[in-house]
């Protein structure tokens, strides 16, 4: 069965330092997604991306984070200057179609931010 | 007001058991409704889509009012293997975001 996959699954960086969590999404989708989850809370949507650009970003998604497909298979997420509160897991997601079509989730990345 | 919200729970219920888990949502223009199921420190995991008609997959069966703004989840002849967190979602405006509930968490016992 096709699977969204996440590397690496658990990532510790100091205050500070940048970020990039990587994923490969299902290979015939065409929308990507990057949500994360404080420890104990809801999951949370980021941001959203279709044919090489961001279609949808939360407040969440500031100036600190960027997205980038730089080749056919890979969706990463970057996290210029990390603070304590981005630990969370991040959850990349594919769907095939926009808003029908059900999102299918990586395993996702633990990051710690000391 | 909160976009999805969820009775936290837990649940606790037997094995065998029928349990039934009830969410609302805030947006009215939303398009798009699903139940999640999450286990702990895991991703997210598709349980099921929520069509107006209702819909029935196995032990699973979901509702939708869309007047009320209105979801759920029953679960018949429980396992074990159910325990698990089970997040209501929702397609915000665009149909880009998901909105999750919080969750509800089910636990079923011997």
């Known amino acids: 069965e096709p699977e969204v996959t996440q590397t690496p699954s658990h990532q510790v960086t100091q205050m500070g330092q940048e970020v990039i969590l990587r994923c490969v999404p299902i290979?015939?989708?065409?929308?990507f997604y990057w949500y994360r989850q404080i420890l104990g809370q809801k999951v949370e949507f980021l941001v959203s991306f279709y044919n090489n650009e961001i279609s949808e970003k939360s407040e969440i998604f500031d100036d600190q984070f960027s997205v980038e497909r730089p080749d056919g298979s890979n969706f990463t997420l970057k996290i210029r200057s990390t603070k304590l509160e981005d630990s969370a897991m991040y959850f990349c997601?594919?769907?095939?179609?926009?808003?029908?079509?059900?999102?299918?989730f990586g395993q996702g990345t633990r990051l710690t931010v000391v | 007001r909160k976009e999805v919200e969820q009775d936290p729970g837990p649940f606790n219920v037997p094995e065998g058991a029928t349990v039934a888990f009830n969410c609302t949502y805030s947006n009215s223009a939303s398009q798009s409704f699903f139940w999640y199921r999450q286990d702990c420190r895991k991703e997210p995991k598709l349980l099921m889509s929520?069509?107006?008609s209702g819909n029935e997959d196995g032990r699973f069966t979901a509702q939708l009012n869309r007047a009320s703004q209105y979801i759920s989840l029953l679960i018949r002849d429980s396992k074990l293997s159910d325990s698990a967190t089970y997040l209501c979602?929702?397609?915000?405006?665009?149909?880009?975001?998901?909105?999750f509930g919080k969750g509800t968490s089910l636990l079923v016992t011997p």
């Open positions: 979602v929702v397609n915000g405006n665009s149909g880009y975001a998901l909105n």
């Open positions: 290979s015939n989708h065409l929308y």
């Open positions: 997601a594919s769907s095939g179609l926009l808003g029908d079509t059900e999102a299918f």
């Open positions: 929520v069509y107006s």
